[in-house]
């Protein structure tokens, strides 16, 4: 038996900003990647600097990433960016259908349906 009286989403706003922190530097490193390299490109020894940007930049990404992978939905528990091998940074959890600022929005009438999620 389960609980159904439903949360009010300002009680997951810790996990939430977490959420958007991981997401806004992700969103940073991929826009960083053309500007960088344009200034590297102005460079004299530009090949050098190229292979350097490039190098962080490949690294930097697969940080983010990782953050972003592993970074848990407030209300199910499951990762919310992830369903299975797949990395999909939507603004909903891929499990329960929470959104991304669901603490700063009014509460939704009807219970949004998660492409994803398990058929019962
Ligand atoms: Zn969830």
Redesign the pocket.
């Known amino acids: 038996m389960s609980d159904k009286t439903p949360i009010d989403p300002i009680e997951y706003r810790p996990d939430l900003k977490k959420i958007r922190k991981r997401r806004l530097a992700l969103w940073f490193v991929i826009a960083a990647y053309l500007p960088a390299m344009m200034i590297a490109l102005d460079q004299p020894d530009y090949q050098t600097w190229v292979t350097v940007v490039f190098i962080s930049w490949i690294v930097l990404l697969i940080i983010v990433v990782v953050f972003a992978c592993l970074v848990r939905?407030p209300?199910?528990g499951?990762c919310?960016h992830t369903h299975g091998p797949t990395f999909l940074p939507f603004r909903r959890?891929l499990?329960?259908?929470?959104h991304v600022n669901a603490d700063k929005r009014a509460p939704e009438a009807e219970h949004p349906k998660t492409k994803f999620a398990k058929k019962n």
Request: proline letters at 0%; aromatic letters at 10%; hydrophobic letters at 30%.
């Open positions: 939905c209300r199910c499951e919310f959890c499990h329960c259908a929470l």
